[in-house]
Protein backbone atom coordinates (compact mmCIF):
# COMPACT_ATOMS: atom_id res chain seq x y z
CA UNK A 1 0.00 0.00 0.00
CA UNK A 2 1.63 3.74 -0.59
CA UNK A 3 0.07 6.38 0.90
CA UNK A 4 0.64 9.81 -1.46
CA UNK A 5 0.35 13.15 -0.14
CA UNK A 6 1.59 15.81 -2.65
CA UNK A 7 0.41 17.63 -5.52
CA UNK A 8 0.95 19.14 -8.98
CA UNK A 9 3.38 16.86 -11.02
CA UNK A 10 6.73 15.30 -8.99
CA UNK A 11 5.14 13.45 -6.40
CA UNK A 12 2.08 12.35 -8.23
CA UNK A 13 3.99 11.33 -11.03
CA UNK A 14 5.65 8.80 -8.58
CA UNK A 15 2.54 7.56 -7.01
CA UNK A 16 0.87 7.12 -10.75
CA UNK A 17 4.17 5.06 -12.03
CA UNK A 18 4.01 2.67 -8.53
CA UNK A 19 -0.26 1.90 -9.23
CA UNK A 20 0.64 1.09 -13.01
CA UNK A 21 3.65 -1.58 -11.24
CA UNK A 22 0.41 -2.81 -9.91
CA UNK A 23 0.70 -0.78 -6.44
CA UNK A 24 -2.51 0.39 -4.51
CA UNK A 25 -2.08 3.77 -4.22
CA UNK A 26 -4.46 5.85 -2.13
CA UNK A 27 -4.00 10.19 -3.03
CA UNK A 28 -4.74 12.01 0.49
CA UNK A 29 -6.22 15.43 -0.86
CA UNK A 30 -7.20 18.09 1.66
CA UNK A 31 -10.64 19.29 1.52
CA UNK A 32 -10.36 22.56 3.07
CA UNK A 33 -7.59 23.57 0.59
CA UNK A 34 -9.56 21.83 -2.51
CA UNK A 35 -7.62 19.30 -2.32
CA UNK A 36 -4.80 18.93 -5.87
CA UNK A 37 -4.55 22.57 -7.24
CA UNK A 38 -4.26 20.43 -10.48
CA UNK A 39 -7.75 19.69 -10.38
CA UNK A 40 -8.54 22.94 -11.44
CA UNK A 41 -6.05 23.57 -14.26
CA UNK A 42 -8.53 23.08 -16.89
CA UNK A 43 -7.70 23.47 -20.23
CA UNK A 44 -10.72 24.39 -22.92
CA UNK A 45 -12.71 21.31 -23.72
CA UNK A 46 -12.24 19.83 -20.35
CA UNK A 47 -15.53 19.18 -18.90
CA UNK A 48 -16.91 20.98 -16.12
CA UNK A 49 -17.68 18.98 -12.53
CA UNK A 50 -14.79 16.66 -13.87
CA UNK A 51 -11.25 16.37 -12.65
CA UNK A 52 -8.98 18.42 -15.11
CA UNK A 53 -6.73 16.41 -17.99
CA UNK A 54 -3.58 17.45 -16.33
CA UNK A 55 -5.34 15.94 -12.99
CA UNK A 56 -5.91 12.72 -14.67
CA UNK A 57 -2.69 12.68 -16.56
CA UNK A 58 -0.85 12.58 -12.91
CA UNK A 59 -3.10 10.14 -10.56
CA UNK A 60 -4.26 7.09 -12.69
CA UNK A 61 -4.99 4.39 -11.13
CA UNK A 62 -5.11 6.24 -7.13
CA UNK A 63 -7.95 6.32 -4.76
CA UNK A 64 -8.49 9.60 -3.50
CA UNK A 65 -9.22 10.21 0.02
CA UNK A 66 -10.34 13.49 1.62
CA UNK A 67 -8.64 14.37 4.97
CA UNK A 68 -8.03 18.03 6.63
CA UNK A 69 -4.64 17.66 7.96
CA UNK A 70 -5.08 20.61 9.52
CA UNK A 71 -6.94 19.31 12.02
CA UNK A 72 -5.81 16.78 14.62
CA UNK A 73 -8.72 13.89 13.54
CA UNK A 74 -7.06 14.43 10.30
CA UNK A 75 -3.13 14.04 10.85
CA UNK A 76 -4.75 10.92 13.59
CA UNK A 77 -6.25 9.43 10.17
CA UNK A 78 -3.14 9.96 8.30
CA UNK A 79 -1.15 8.46 10.95
CA UNK A 80 -3.05 5.41 10.78
CA UNK A 81 -2.87 4.93 7.08
CA UNK A 82 0.57 5.18 7.24
CA UNK A 83 0.35 2.54 9.75
CA UNK A 84 -0.69 -0.31 7.20
CA UNK A 85 1.29 1.23 4.16
CA UNK A 86 4.72 -0.07 2.63
CA UNK A 87 5.43 3.83 1.52
CA UNK A 88 4.15 7.26 1.78
CA UNK A 89 5.18 9.96 -0.59
CA UNK A 90 5.00 13.53 0.51
CA UNK A 91 6.20 16.56 -0.48
CA UNK A 92 5.91 19.14 2.44
CA UNK A 93 7.86 22.24 2.92
CA UNK A 94 10.62 22.29 5.24
CA UNK A 95 8.73 21.55 8.90
CA UNK A 96 5.52 21.24 7.70
CA UNK A 97 5.73 17.34 8.35
CA UNK A 98 6.89 18.07 12.12
CA UNK A 99 4.45 20.31 12.95
CA UNK A 100 1.75 17.86 11.44
CA UNK A 101 3.44 15.07 13.54
CA UNK A 102 3.63 12.99 9.60
CA UNK A 103 7.46 12.98 9.54
CA UNK A 104 9.22 10.04 8.94
CA UNK A 105 10.18 9.68 12.76
CA UNK A 106 6.76 9.67 13.84
CA UNK A 107 4.89 7.36 10.92
CA UNK A 108 8.13 4.69 11.86
CA UNK A 109 6.91 4.72 15.72
CA UNK A 110 4.06 2.54 14.56
CA UNK A 111 5.66 1.23 11.29
CA UNK A 112 9.74 1.02 11.26
CA UNK A 113 9.49 -0.63 7.76
CA UNK A 114 7.63 2.73 6.58
CA UNK A 115 9.88 3.92 3.32
CA UNK A 116 9.29 7.75 3.73
CA UNK A 117 9.88 9.25 0.05
CA UNK A 118 10.29 13.01 0.50
CA UNK A 119 10.27 15.30 -2.63
CA UNK A 120 10.73 18.94 -2.76
CA UNK A 121 11.20 21.41 -5.54
CA UNK A 122 13.96 23.07 -4.03
CA UNK A 123 15.07 20.83 -1.38
CA UNK A 124 14.84 20.64 2.33
CA UNK A 125 16.60 23.49 3.22
CA UNK A 126 15.03 26.37 1.09
CA UNK A 127 11.62 27.57 2.91
CA UNK A 128 9.61 27.47 -0.10
Do not use: H
Request: glycine residues 10%.
Amino acid sequence: LITSAPSVLAGPSIGQFLAELGADVIKVENPRTGGDVTRGWRLPGDAAGKPSAYFAGCNLGKQSVAIDTSAIQGRLLCQRLAAVSDVVVASYKPGDAEKMALDPATLRSNNPRLVYAQITGYGLDDPR
